[in-house]
């Protein structure tokens, strides 16, 4: 069993930056895509950014320009960094991968945007 296990979230002020992480259990690049989703209270999940099995890294239009996927394959971590946080940020944001059989989810790490 694959296991994502996100950290980094936290509370900020409107303007802040936060980096999330995501550590697998085996080795990211047995991965065909892995993925950022967030869901807010009341709304569905949402995808916020994804390297996808083909192409480039792909960014949901609101966060263009504010956040920044990366992976460390050494470290079998994937990273979002967030900066110009707004409220709107504020969601619980899930790590999402999959070996083109099974998609494993991590638990979720909770983020507050607030002054």
């Known amino acids: 069993q694959v296991q994502l296990v996100e950290s980094g979230g936290g509370l900020v002020q409107p303007g802040g930056s936060l980096r999330l992480s995501c550590p697998a259990s085996?080795?990211?690049?047995?991965?065909?895509?892995m993925a950022w989703f967030r869901q807010a209270p009341g709304k569905q999940r949402e995808l916020v950014a994804i390297?996808?099995?083909?192409?480039?890294?792909n960014y949901a239009d609101f966060v263009k320009g504010r956040f920044t996927l990366s992976r460390d394959n050494a470290k079998n971590t994937m990273n979002l960094q967030m900066s110009d946080l707004n409220p709107g940020d504020t969601a619980v944001y899930f790590c999402?991968?999959?070996?083109?059989?099974?998609?494993?989810w991590g638990q979720g790490t909770q983020v507050t945007v607030s002054s």
């Open positions: 999402r991968a999959t070996d083109g059989l099974i998609t494993y």
């Open positions: 085996k080795s990211i690049s047995s991965f065909k895509s």
């Open positions: 390297f996808p099995q083909v192409g480039d890294t």
